[in-house]
């Protein structure tokens, strides 16, 4: 099973700064099958990124996704009120499909 | 545009089968090549695969619930379901059912989740 683990565990940050949200694998994901997600309280997970870089339909371009291999990053350009979240990421080249912990990006 | 809708009873007892369905909109769940999916959520944690079930009918699970998990299809429906055996108050979450899209096996599309309490 490959573990994902994110850091860090929690950023405070204001609006208008810029987020950087890192995805390490405990083994190479294969074809970049990694996905980031945003999750807001009481919501479903929302896909931010997949195939580590390709933006979802209708995901604002502050959002972009990097990396290859074990090591993956969502980037957030400049954060928005809506922004403040908790981010997953999560693997879907190898089975069992698994999740990051998750990093909370709280205001500051 | 796929709707997803989670349903089933919120409260199962300990030893019992949860047993869950997701009810699909906005299209058919056998046309197409799909993956899906179960995932669950215990409060204040992350996301957890739990399995799913391919178009032609084909599943695979998580080996973390062993032999506890069988996702089916009822076409006639337009639903998939989730029973989980054994239940234990480790079981107690949400749980979402989802589904891909033609250009990533990613999460595309969500039910709201449903809220499973285990408890006698």
């Known amino acids: 099973e490959i573990v994902l683990t994110q850091s860090p565990g929690t950023l405070s940050l204001s609006p208008g700064e810029r987020a950087s949200l890192s995805c390490r694998a405990s083994?190479?994901?294969?074809?970049?099958?990694l996905a980031w997600y945003q999750q807001k309280p009481g919501q479903a997970p929302r896909l931010l990124i997949y195939?580590?870089?390709s933006r979802a339909t209708g995901i604002p371009d502050r959002f972009s996704g990097s990396g290859s291999g074990t090591d993956f990053t969502l980037t957030i350009s400049r954060l928005e009120p809506e922004d403040f979240a908790v981010y997953y990421c999560q693997q879907y080249g190898s089975s069992p499909w698994t999740f990051g912990q998750g990093t909370k990006v709280e205001m500051k | 545009q796929v709707q997803l809708q989670e349903s089933g009873p919120g409260l199962v007892k300990p030893s019992q089968t949860l047993s869950l369905t997701c009810t699909v909109s906005?299209?058919?769940?056998?046309?197409?090549?799909?993956?899906w999916s179960w995932i669950r959520q215990p409060a204040g944690k992350g996301l957890e695969w739990m399995g799913h079930?391919?178009?032609?009918?084909?599943?695979k699970y998580n080996p973390s619930l062993k032999s506890r998990i069988t996702i089916s299809v009822d076409t006639s429906k337009n639903q998939f379901s989730l029973k989980l055996s054994s239940v234990t108050a480790a079981d107690a979450a949400v749980y979402y059912c989802?589904?891909?899209?033609?250009?990533?096996?990613?999460?595309?599309?969500w039910g709201q989740g449903t809220l499973v309490t285990v408890s006698s």
């Open positions: 083994q190479s994901v294969s074809s970049s099958y």
């Open positions: 906005g299209g058919s769940i056998s046309s197409g090549f799909y993956f």
């Open positions: 195939g580590a870089s």
């Open positions: 079930i391919y178009t032609s009918g084909s599943t």
């Open positions: 989802a589904r891909d899209t033609e250009k990533t096996l990613a999460f595309y599309y």
